[in-house]
Structure formats: structure tokens, C-alpha cells
């Protein structure tokens, strides 16, 4: 099985598009549909037709080129079952715990409430590639809009568990100003503060700061940290729960 193709460019102002390209097949997935221009310009470029969109949840500045696309090549919409009816063109729906196979890619369907209700990861499982668009960031996670902070402590657990070594591919370039938070909730966290440099040395060249890996967030990112002491110490937060100590960050995180 020849190894998947990839593409990263940036959509609207700070949205990142994915094109996932099969050689074998010639199947080319969209990861979401921010905006139209850039992907056609990707598609183009890479000379790829686009066969799919894989929707991981309904807000507009993930789903405005959906009718576009599908126009223009006929492709398939799969999305989050529990948004179905707030995702332009959708074909097919993914619940929790659903797999499909993308040529002979099997991918995994996690769903991941918190930053929407409905919101859902795509795992590569073979290819060791998570998709988790506006739920996992680097150095961050989703602003929580329609579910409350212990569903997206539940979430994020979900996607801990995978291998350390799976590469992630976020929604949006947040990585700078999440490096600068996390510092604020973690600052004697030596790992930290190197990846906080690298970060700011990548931007102010102009380079994205996709993907990173979770082993990589396990041990910088402040949000999938809740048990640890010494945050739970710069908190004055040593007797809470993990729900609890997540919903402070995130707070501050939204207050930053």
C-alpha cells in the first residue's frame, strides 16, 4: 500500500485546508471546505480531482465550500451524524465508532462533543494520521460553544489514548498564541518552553506550525494536562477534579 499524499494550505485567515491523496486510487478527501480558491488552487496544482469531503462539524468557516466542490467535482460529503442537517450536501453520516475505508485506508470515526455537539475526528489507523480539526490544537483545544468543559475533558481523553506517535493535523493556526498561554499555566515546564521558542522562531519566518504529534502534546499542552502537579500547584487547584482544572484553563485560555 503506497503511502498517502498530503497538501497544507491556508483557507480565509487563518484556517487550514488538507487534501489527503491516494495514489492507488486517485481519491483525493478535502479535510473540510473552508474556503473555495485555495483548495481548487491545491487540487489544481497537485492535479488531483476531489472525491471527497470529510466534515468534521458545521461552522461555516469549515463547510463554506462544501455546494462549491461538490458542484464542481461530484463528490461525496460525509459528516457528524448529530449536525447532519447543518452540513451543506452531506451524503453519508458518521456516528462514534464508525470506520469506512478511503481506497484501503481504514479510518476511524471518534466523536469528540465540546467545541460543537456534534464534532468529529477522522483517524487514519494505519497511516498513524488524526484529523481533529477545531478539537485538538496544537498547544490548545476548541473555544466551547455548545457543550460544557467536562464533554471536552471526555473528548480529549478519547484522542489521548491513540499512539504517541500520530501525527496531528489541526484546523486552525492558533499555535503561537496557545505556546504564549500554556507558558502562563505551566512555566517551569522545560519542554515547554523549548517548543514555545520553536514556535515563535517558526512564525516569525513565516512557516505553519502543522502538524505535531500527540506524544508532543502530551507532554506541552496545557489542556490535555489537567492531572499534573505542577499545574494543578500554579493554579491553587492541588484538590480538584480534571474536570475542573480543564474548565479553569480553558477560562483563562478564553480571557487571554
Request: glycine content about 6%; hydrophobic content about 40%.
Amino acid at each position: 500500500m503506497k503511502p498517502l499524499e498530503l497538501d497544507v494550505f491556508l483557507c480565509r485567515t487563518d484556517n487550514f485546508g488538507v487534501l489527503v491523496h491516494d495514489p492507488e486510487t486517485g481519491f483525493t478527501a478535502a479535510i473540510d471546505a473552508p474556503e473555495e480558491a485555495p483548495i481548487l488552487e491545491a487540487a489544481t496544482r497537485r492535479g488531483w480531482k476531489i472525491t471527497h469531503i470529510f466534515t468534521t462539524h458545521h461552522h461555516t468557516d469549515h463547510v463554506a465550500a462544501n455546494l462549491a466542490l461538490k458542484e464542481q467535482f461530484g463528490c461525496e460529503i460525509i459528516g457528524p451524524i448529530n449536525e447532519a442537517i447543518a452540513i451543506p450536501g452531506l451524503d453519508r453520516t458518521m456516528a462514534d465508532g464508525d470506520s469506512f475505508l478511503f481506497g484501503d485506508h481504514t479510518i476511524n470515526v471518534i466523536e469528540t462533543p465540546g467545541h460543537t455537539a456534534g464534532h468529529i475526528c477522522y483517524h487514519f489507523v494505519d497511516d498513524k494520521l488524526l484529523f481533529a480539526a477545531d478539537t485538538l490544537f496544537a498547544l490548545g483545544c476548541g473555544r466551547l460553544f455548545e457543550r460544557p468543559a467536562a464533554d471536552m475533558w471526555h473528548s480529549l481523553q478519547k484522542l489521548a489514548v491513540l499512539p504517541d506517535e500520530t501525527a496531528i493535523y489541526f484546523g486552525h493556526e492558533y499555535t503561537l498564541s496557545n505556546a504564549r498561554f500554556a507558558l502562563t499555566v505551566d512555566p517551569s515546564n522545560e519542554r515547554l518552553k523549548g517548543r514555545a521558542a520553536e514556535i515563535e522562531a517558526l512564525r516569525a519566518d513565516g512557516k505553519f506550525t502543522i502538524p505535531t504529534t500527540l506524544g508532543l502534546e502530551k507532554e506541552t499542552n496545557p489542556f490535555l494536562r489537567a492531572a499534573d502537579p505542577a499545574i494543578r500547584r500554579n493554579l491553587l487547584m492541588e484538590g480538584k477534579t480534571n474536570e475542573e482544572v480543564f474548565a479553569e484553563i480553558r477560562k483563562r485560555k478564553d480571557n487571554f
